[in-house]
């Protein structure tokens, strides 16, 4: 069975502090898809990023940068000089891709609530 | 904004009622997916439809049910709701049945009283 553990419940950091949240999964498929996704204050959910099983190359947007790790099953997001607009619950996420029956379920770590203060 | 639009976006009812909670995908898109987010269950996946059929079902109580109409827009059926149905009610939509990405729908928000 999938599995994901986002073991920091919450975070607390000032302003233009770099911050990481964590991300461990467990699945015995070869081929999967690792997500995050941002739920700021109004409570939608934001898609921030996809990844494949294949594809282990660190990946940069801005302030955001995500580091995949397969040896040690983490995905990690790092926010540089965070700001007081970050502040969120962002969850990180875990699909199968079986191509044959099934579907593409996600499941949720239980997230991280980030607090950025000035 | 996502695409992905749900209705109404606040519903409060009683215990032992039955509501419908409605999703139109984003144009293009041909699955829909419904999760569940409460504060003892965290986000939980319930079901799945792909182009009017049934893909995927997870933890899906009995007394709710769901499917996805010609137009592709999606309704889920929750009845005889009880205190603990109380959550936030996630749409999401993607092009395929199992690897493209899902955006979410703003949720409804459901207050059983």
């Known amino acids: 069975a999938q599995k994901v553990t986002q073991a920091q419940t919450e975070i607390s950091v000032v302003e233009k502090e770099d911050v990481t949240l964590d991300c461990v999964y467990e699945t015995r498929d070869t081929t999967y898809y690792l997500f995050w996704y941002k739920q700021p204050p109004s409570g939608e959910l934001v898609f921030l990023i996809r990844?494949?099983?294949?594809?282990?190359q660190n990946e940069i947007s801005g302030r955001y940068s995500w580091n995949f790790q397969k040896s040690t099953s983490s995905f990690n997001f790092t926010i540089t000089a965070s700001q007081v607009v970050d502040s969120a619950v962002y969850f990180c996420a875990l699909s199968e891709a079986r191509l044959t029956g099934g579907g593409n379920k996600l499941t949720f770590g239980t997230g991280t609530q980030l607090k950025v203060e000035l | 904004d996502s695409g992905v639009t749900q209705t109404p976006k606040h519903l409060i009812t009683a215990t032992g009622q039955r509501v419908t909670l409605r999703c139109s995908p984003r144009?293009?898109?041909?699955?829909v997916y419904w999760y569940q987010q409460s504060l003892d269950q965290g986000l939980q996946f319930l079901i799945q439809y792909y182009n009017g059929e049934e893909r995927a079902k997870g933890n899906i109580l009995e007394r709710f049910s769901a499917q996805q109409f010609p137009d592709l827009h999606s309704e889920l059926n929750l009845s005889s709701l009880e205190l603990g149905d109380s959550a936030l009610y996630f749409c999401?939509?993607?092009?395929?049945?199992?690897?493209?990405?899902?955006?979410f729908g703003p949720g409804t928000r459901l207050t059983v009283l």
């Open positions: 990844r494949n099983s294949f594809d282990e």
């Open positions: 999401a939509s993607s092009v395929d049945a199992v690897r493209d990405t899902q955006y």
């Open positions: 144009s293009g898109d041909l699955s």
